[in-house]
Structure formats: structure tokens, C-alpha cells
């Protein structure tokens, strides 16, 4: 690998050591221990958004608008729209696993414990900077969780399902999807904020570089290939 490969964001999910094969519903210690981890860390990176009051993430924009248009509390509008996802998942063969219950369980819980205790910072300059390390979070959670291999939550399902079936990098992947559910989001009424357009033009790098230095730390040696498309890997 050249030095240049190594500076750019991983194009695809490296294979580690702990990653999983076969069933998606059994797991070792290291490898449960590594899914909690990376979940706890996405909670966290999400909270440190919430808590600088500078604006959500995208998918938050979105549940919020389809709530004031529906009348639907935004409970509720989240979880129709983790429904709507993971119907996107079956054209895309992307199979759910312990990753994906955990997912929903795992970061919830994080986000509401984080939040009780991030420090509320008041600066303008305070607070973009914990929004930023809130989508480096997240990038690292990400990367951490998804190479467990037992399976992604509704959102980087939908990423890593086109990215395993289109061949096209999970950078740019993760940043269309995320452009798209905050247009439609705004366009509802959700609302916008500075944090929520940068963690929209940054997650995705920030994906890419947390599978780049998760697979880095791991000493991986190759990159996952899909079973059932092998060649979308090459």
C-alpha cells in the first residue's frame, strides 16, 4: 500500500481479526466487545452533536419534518422511517444480525447517558469544535461496528448494501445518502444548523477514515469480499 492510500479514506471495509464469518447472530467476547465499543462511541459522537445545540444530524432533520407534516410524534416518525430502511435493505440482499438489534439498543442508550453528562459548552467556538469531534466519533464507532460483520444498523445498512452491490466507494455513499435525507428533511420543515450541515458533508470522510484507522490498529490484512458479489471488491 502506497503512502497516498494510506492518507485517503478507506474505499471499503477492511477484513480484522474479530470480524465474524458466517452466522450474524453468534459472536466471541472480542468481537462483542469491539460491536458495544464502536455502537457507544456512534451514541456518543450523536449526543456531542444534540448537546451543541447546533443542529442535528441529517436523518434527526428528516424525522423531525415528516413529524410536523404527518402530526406524528418524532418518535414515531423515526422509528416508520428505520422501518422504511430496512425495506430499502431487500432488493440489496443486505442480511440483519445481533449488530443491527444492538445498534438500535446500544446508541440510544448512549445518547441519552452522554448527554447527562457533556459539559454544555457556550462558546460558538466550543461548540463547533465538540460537533466536530462528534462526527469523528462517529466515523471511529462506525468503523469499529461494521467490521464485527454482525450486522449494520438501517442506516449504514442502506450504506454498505449500495457499496457491496454498486462497487462504488463507501465515502461517497454515505455522503449522497446523507445530502439526500437532509434536503428532504428541510424541504418537510426540519430544521438546519451548522452542525447538521457539516456532519452531512463530513460523515462520510469521517466513515471512510475510521474504517482506514480501525483497519490500520487491527493490522488488517485484505478487505472484505461479498459473497455473493466478489467482484465488487476488486
Do not use: C
Not at 196 to 224: D, H, M, N, Q
Amino acid at each position: 500500500m502506497t503512502l497516498w492510500q494510506r492518507l485517503v479514506p478507506s474505499r471499503t471495509i477492511p477484513r480484522t481479526r474479530w470480524r465474524v464469518e458466517g452466522s450474524r447472530w453468534r459472536t466471541g467476547p472480542v468481537t462483542f466487545v469491539v460491536l458495544i465499543l464502536g455502537l457507544w462511541l456512534f451514541g456518543t459522537g450523536e449526543a456531542m452533536l444534540v448537546d451543541a445545540t447546533l443542529g442535528n444530524a441529517p436523518w434527526t432533520v428528516f424525522a423531525q419534518g415528516l413529524s410536523l407534516r404527518t402530526g406524528l410524534g418524532i418518535g414515531v416518525a423515526t422509528f416508520l422511517t428505520s422501518v422504511a430502511v430496512l425495506l430499502m435493505w431487500i432488493p440489496l440482499r443486505e442480511r440483519p444480525g445481533l449488530g443491527t438489534i444492538a445498534n438500535a439498543v446500544v446508541i440510544a442508550t448512549a445518547l441519552q447517558v452522554m448527554i447527562g453528562v457533556l459539559p454544555n459548552p457556550e462558546g460558538l467556538g466550543w461548540r463547533i469544535g465538540q460537533v466536530l469531534a462528534g462526527i469523528a466519533l462517529v466515523g471511529i464507532g462506525s468503523g469499529l461496528y461494521l467490521t464485527t460483520n454482525l450486522g449494520p444498523g438501517p442506516r449504514d445498512g442502506l450504506m454498505t448494501g449500495i457499496h457491496l452491490r454498486t462497487g462504488i466507494a463507501v465515502t461517497p455513499v454515505r455522503l449522497g445518502i446523507e445530502v439526500a435525507v437532509l434536503a428532504v428533511g428541510w424541504l418537510l420543515g426540519g430544521t438546519v444548523g451548522v452542525g447538521t450541515l457539516l456532519f452531512a458533508f463530513l460523515i462520510g470522510p469521517s466513515v471512510g477514515y475510521g474504517l482506514r484507522l480501525v483497519g490500520w490498529l487491527a493490522g488488517a490484512k485484505g478487505e472484505v469480499v461479498d459473497d455473493v458479489h466478489p467482484e465488487l471488491e476488486a
